[in-house]
C-alpha cells in the first residue's frame, strides 16, 4: 500500500490552519495506539531530565509529538527533523503562528547525516527507523548526539508481524518501508553497538492493539488507496469504531505482552 501519498493529502488539509492543525494533532492522539505508549514513556522519562532539556524530534514527520513535547514543558526546546522538506516548511510556519517559534524549530535533513555532539538531553523517534536503510549510522549519530547520560525512545515495528507481515517473503504494508520490524535482539545489539546502555525492549501491539491498528489504520488506509472519496466516508466510519478501539487501546497499554506487532525501545548513553 502506498502511504505517502495519502500523507501528504492529509498534510494538505491541515496546512495553513492553526485551529485544524491542532484538531489533528489531538485526533491522532487520540485515535493511534503508538501514542499511547509513546506518551506513558515521555512521562516516564520527563521526571529524569533536566528542567531546561534540550529534545531532538527524529523524524519529526508533521510534528504531533514536538507539539506535544511543547505543552508537556515550556521551558524543553525541541528541535524537529526530518526529510521532507515541505513538512519541515509547514512546521515552522504552524508553530510560529502558534506562538512556539521560540521552543521548537525545525529542519530538513536526512537523520544519516544528521550529528550535533553532546547537544541533546532526550532524542525519540517515532515510525521512521523501519524508513531507514542505514540504521546502525542513525544510531551511532543518536548516540553522539546525546548528553552523557541522554535518554532515547524508540517506537518502530516488530518482526513479530510488524509492517502487516507474518513471514520473511511478506511484503510490508507500507511501500516505503524498507524493513519490516526488528526483533528484540536485533534492535538491542545494533544499539549496545552504536555505544548505548540500560536498554530495554518491550511489545507493543498485542492482541488488543493489533485488531485497533486494523480498525483505525490498516483498513481506512486500504480504502483511500482506492479511492480518495473514502475521506468523505471516514468521519462516519470513525464514529462508529473509536469506541471499540479505545477500549481495546487501554487493554494494550496496560499488558505485558508476550508477542506484539510493535516494539518501544528505551536507552541511555
Not at 528542567?51 to 525541541?78: E, S
Not at 521532507?84 to 537523520?111: M, V, W
Not at 540504521?135 to 510488524?162: R, W
Request: proline residues 3%; contains cysteine.
Amino acid at each position: 500500500m502506498q502511504y505517502e501519498p495519502i500523507k501528504r493529502s492529509l498534510n494538505k488539509l491541515i496546512s495553513g490552519s492553526v485551529f485544524i492543525r491542532k484538531i489533528f494533532y489531538r485526533l491522532v492522539d487520540f485515535i493511534l495506539l503508538r501514542t499511547w505508549h509513546v506518551a506513558r514513556e515521555l512521562k516516564k522519562t520527563a521526571g529524569h531530565l533536566p528542567l531546561q532539556a534540550n529534545i531532538l524530534d527524529a523524524g519529526c514527520g508533521p510534528g504531533q509529538y514536538t507539539w506535544r513535547m511543547c505543552r508537556m514543558n515550556r521551558k524543553w526546546k525541541v528541535t524537529g527533523v526530518d526529510i521532507d522538506a515541505e513538512q519541515i516548511g509547514e512546521c515552522n510556519d504552524f508553530f510560529k503562528k502558534a506562538g512556539l517559534g521560540n521552543r521548537a524549530s525545525f529542519r530538513t535533513t536526512a537523520l544519516e547525516a544528521f550529528s550535533i555532539p553532546a547537544t541533546f538531553d532526550l532524542i525519540l523517534s517515532v515510525d521512521v527507523m523501519e524508513h531507514i536503510r542505514d540504521d546502525e549510522k542513525v544510531f551511532l549519530n543518536f548516540h553522539e548526539s546525546l548528553k552523557a547520560g541522554g535518554y532515547l525512545i524508540i517506537s518502530t515495528p516488530s518482526d513479530q508481524g510488524g509492517s502487516g507481515t507474518h513471514s520473511d517473503n511478506d511484503k510490508s504494508f507500507i511501500d516505503e518501508h524498507v524493513r519490516n520490524g526488528y526483533s528484540k535482539d536485533e534492535i538491542t545489539g545494533k544499539l549496545a553497538g552504536a555505544g548505548f546502555s540500560d536498554i530495554k525492549v518491550k511489545y507493543t501491539y498485542g492482541a488488543p492493539g493489533n485488531i485497533s491498528w486494523h480498525l483505525t489504520m490498516k483498513y481506512p488506509v486500504r480504502m483511500l488507496n482506492i479511492s480518495y472519496i473514502f475521506f468523505i466516508i471516514l468521519p462516519f466510519y470513525y464514529l462508529v469504531i473509536l469506541p471499540v478501539s479505545f477500549i481495546l487501546n487501554i487493554f494494550d497499554l496496560r499488558i505485558n505482552h508476550k508477542r506484539g506487532t510493535g516494539l518501544l525501545i528505551t536507552a541511555r548513553k
